[in-house]
């Protein structure tokens, strides 16, 4: 079975644009959590998704949304770029009662 | 309170020695806690799940939930250099809807 994937690996933006950022969860899952992880405030939960519906949501800013289309493929996006989003963005999918497997991550840098 | 605690480290211990990995929570993490090994650059892995009071054992891996006292900890026996990497506790949201609370992460060295 394949694991979660996340597209891309790395990316580097310019403040003040957007980025969309990918994720398939493991075949079968519908449920897909959204984290960023960075050295000062470590791994913090941005959303989760069920079944195409937002179903919880951390506390950031509106600049970043998410949505899951109807195969569990989920997106999410930042606009207007800051100097802080710079950070690891993680994706999880949940394994039933075993927990949560998370992909490799989207390493994004904003210069 | 942080919701989930943990201290930050560094852990070190020799190779063959037991490493002990402990994690506090608050009121407001619900009853399922996780403990996830991550190496430099890479994305955490799951090691352990559990749920219920008591012991959960896993190879060399222990798993204790102390749910009077909120505590939470990881026992590697046998520690091997191979083991050196951050562990992060995690409980669940109250909400329990694929949200996971994170501590900030234990960082352990295993000295040869």
């Known amino acids: 079975k394949a694991g979660v994937t996340q597209t891309p690996r790395y990316l580097i933006k310019t403040r003040g644009q957007q980025v969309t950022l990918s994720c398939s969860p493991i075949?079968?899952?519908?449920?897909v959590s959204w984290y960023q992880q960075t050295p000062g405030q470590g791994l913090q939960f941005l959303f989760e998704?069920?079944?195409?519906?937002?179903?919880n949501k951390g506390n950031f800013p509106g600049r970043f949304s998410g949505r899951q289309f109807s195969n569990s493929r989920s997106e999410m996006n930042v606009s207007t770029l800051e100097l802080g989003d710079s950070a690891l963005y993680l994706c999880?999918?949940?394994?039933?009662?075993?927990?949560?497997?998370f992909g490799s991550g989207t390493r994004l840098t904003v210069v | 309170q942080k919701e989930v605690e943990q201290n930050s480290g560094p852990l070190s211990v020799p190779e063959g020695a037991i490493a002990s990995l402990n994690c506090t929570y608050s009121?407001?993490?619900?009853?399922?806690f996780f403990w996830y090994r991550q190496y430099s650059g890479k994305s955490p892995e799951l090691i352990m799940s559990?749920?219920?009071?008591g012991d959960k054992e896993d190879g060399r891996f222990t798993a204790q939930l102390n749910k009077a006292s909120q505590y939470v900890s990881l026992l590697i026996r046998d520690s091997q250099p191979s083991d050196s990497a951050t562990y992060l506790c995690?409980?669940?949201?109250?909400?329990?809807?694929?949200?996971?609370?994170f501590g900030q992460g234990t960082t352990l060295q295993v000295k040869p």
């Open positions: 999880a999918s949940l394994q039933g009662a075993y927990g949560y497997t």
């Open positions: 075949s079968g899952h519908r449920s």
């Open positions: 998704y069920f079944s195409e519906t937002q179903r």
């Open positions: 009121d407001r993490v619900s009853q399922s």
């Open positions: 559990i749920y219920s009071n």
């Open positions: 995690a409980g669940g949201g109250s909400s329990n809807t694929g949200k996971l609370i």
